[in-house]
DNA sequence: CATTTTTGCACAATCGATGGTGCAATGAAT
DNA sequence: ATTCATTGCACCATCGATTGTGCAAAAATG
């Protein structure tokens, strides 16, 4: 395990070596030298012997004195589903692309942790950073003020910052539209037989709810307070509404609204409790896409919030120099079923 | 957006606002004040001062300091599929609840990214590192060793650190009898009928195929080199690799043992193509587990590695001052089709 | 009261890189 | 041969925290 700890080599020792003095090493290496009139061949040099010796710079020394790292940040609620990982992707992607280090932290949701994640963030003097699905996004915002460290809400809005969300009403408009439709004419499913479950309190689930209320009254004339039945964003809360639901009723709603792949989970753990048949007739739609949810034994219509898009436009307005506080609105894309969409993963080369 | 860009508070400015030395504050507020026998009354007047004022030390000019960043790092492969977002998210915990911070790099299966990657890490003073699933392990190790940088292979192992992995080949066994065992006894597989798709030359790829022979020839008394197909680790190759099986064969073979999840969306994208009846007589077996791909409406039987299992023995080994090369492995699970199973996102806590 | 010990803290060097400023040597212009 | 402009680089303060050392004042000891 350990051989030769050499320290590393610094400007200073490159110095030495070279006969110059430090700031001309430096200028060399950061590439400022022209403006600084060194001698083409004092610069070769001294890039011979810095790639001899494998140096490389101090990144905490130049953040320190630069008060900037080359860092930019991605704030997730969680790592593990495919939506935030997905995110977790692309945004590493696009941050490579620029020449900067990606960096991926999560805060479990919690508020308290948001905050002090993106405190040690601000001391690494991180360069950008995007929030994406705060629950407390205008607490990290008052944060990054502080430190007038740039910063877009993604995925949920704050009010302080710009924000880069879904189109959630639309897409929920969507999403129960096709949920409607799946239903031939003489099965035609009913307005108590759609229930919407999962989400919480937060801009996005209030928005998914306002579209399939909407849509709801519009296809079927008919709509109720009982239909919708928030669980938070856990698995295990939404299966427990699911198994209520089912001692109650006798069966699952034979049309179904997740309001987001964690919550389809929890339906996975009321299935593995019940046999297929009880999903014969079911139709779901599910407010996230995941491939393999894609192709249950049921029809399962999903949506896919344009990822690429949001990051995108994330890094866009984080390039002006004055943003104005909006939300801006990402069209979400309809997935019918059995659909095995290509993801951020097709972009890597594989070397087999 | 922009309000008091009011400059972070210092050591110096609490110095001043306090009538002691820099160098008192500093001790005051990084804990080592008892050892410098600073009054209780001063410390107390500091600690006011501090978060009166939002004091938060600058976590660089620390790290330059005493080149230790408080960091610890997590290089992936990639981010976006279950395996490796369960391992950023128990990762995390882990760090967290060490009082460091953890960060997530991903790497995209490319050597050259890899160590760049982990150079950079290393310019930021990152205090550990766990490698995960590396292309390259020994030529990350190499630049590792050049600064001292502690670190352990996890996933895939390096032959020059530490190494935590699954019992890859008896993880293969367990799948692969599980998958021949599913088939009654009328209508019972041949050995021809069991393919395993996916992987490449990497160590867990070969152990997997090794248990997957072994046991192919123990239970089956047969095998064959055409019933092995790798395919790199893309979904498209692997969709290719299916497509053309079906092509040259009329059907997919009854027994399909796929090498990871990422590899079973090209399934996915296979299945897309087709109608259901073409897999209704199907069996597959996935070194991996999702939840989601445990519903299919086929029987899928997965293994769970475990990763939790496996990052707490990385942190033990880190925890050695000399830690031992050698590999450690780490019992996977079999998981039955239809399972729903807990994971590292059933221990944060929702807010409904 | 004189001396030793302890308490409580200040000083200053240091980590590695950056960038403003200044100055000698060279070449050009008069 | 002077004067002036340009070239090519060295010097030094700085970023914010850590830590070894030193020293006065207070307390303990004789």
Chains 1, 2 share one sequence.
Not at 264 to 285: K, S, T, Y
Not at 311 to 329: D, G
Not at 340 to 345: D, I, S, V
Request: with cysteine; charged share 25%; proline share 6%.
């Amino acid at each position: 395990m350990e051989h030769q700890p050499k320290k590393k080599a610094t400007i200073y020792d490159l110095s030495v070596l070279s006969g110059s003095s430090p700031s001309t090493v430096s200028a060399v290496l950061n590439g400022t030298w022209r403006k600084r009139r060194i001698k083409e061949s004092t610069a070769e040099l001294i890039r011979d012997l810095a790639d001899q010796h494998q140096y490389t710079a101090n990144l905490q020394a130049r953040g320190l004195r630069s008060s900037r790292s080359g860092l930019v940040g991605l704030l997730l609620p969680v790592h593990d589903n495919r939506y935030f990982s997905s995110m977790a992707q692309s945004f590493e992607a696009h941050v490579r692309s620029r020449g900067q280090c990606p960096i991926v932290v999560s805060a479990c949701r919690d508020p308290e942790e948001e905050r002090r994640t993106v405190e040690t963030l601000i001391s690494y003097s991180v360069d950008e950073l995007i929030v994406a699905g705060a629950t407390d996004p205008d607490g990290v915002h008052a944060v990054c003020i502080g430190s007038g460290l740039k910063h877009v809400n993604i995925d949920l809005p704050g009010s302080k910052a710009p924000s880069v969300i879904s189109d959630n009403y639309q897409g929920a408009r969507m999403l129960t539209e096709a949920i409607i439709r799946h239903f031939s004419e003489d099965l035609k499913l009913g307005p108590d037989e759609l229930y919407l479950f999962g989400g919480r309190d937060d801009h996005a689930s209030r928005e998914r709810i306002r579209g399939f209320r909407a849509i709801k009254r519009e296809l079927m004339q008919g709509d109720s307070d009982k239909c919708i039945e928030p669980t938070g964003y856990s698995p295990n809360m939404a299966q427990i509404a699911f198994e209520r639901f089912y001692e109650r009723e006798g069966k699952l709603p034979r049309g179904l609204f997740i309001n987001s792949s964690i919550n389809f989970e929890g339906l996975l753990r009321f299935m593995a409790q019940h046999p297929n048949e009880a999903f014969m007739d079911i139709v779901v739609g599910c407010y996230d896409y995941d491939p393999f949810g894609s192709f249950l034994p049921f029809p399962v219509i999903m949506i896919r919030q344009d990822i690429e898009g949001m990051i995108t436009k994330a890094f866009e307005i984080m390039a002006e120099s004055r943003p104005s506080v909006q939300t801006y609105l990402i069209q979400p894309e309809l997935v019918p079923p059995r659909t095995a969409l290509k993801g951020p993963l097709d972009a890597i080369k594989d070397i087999a």
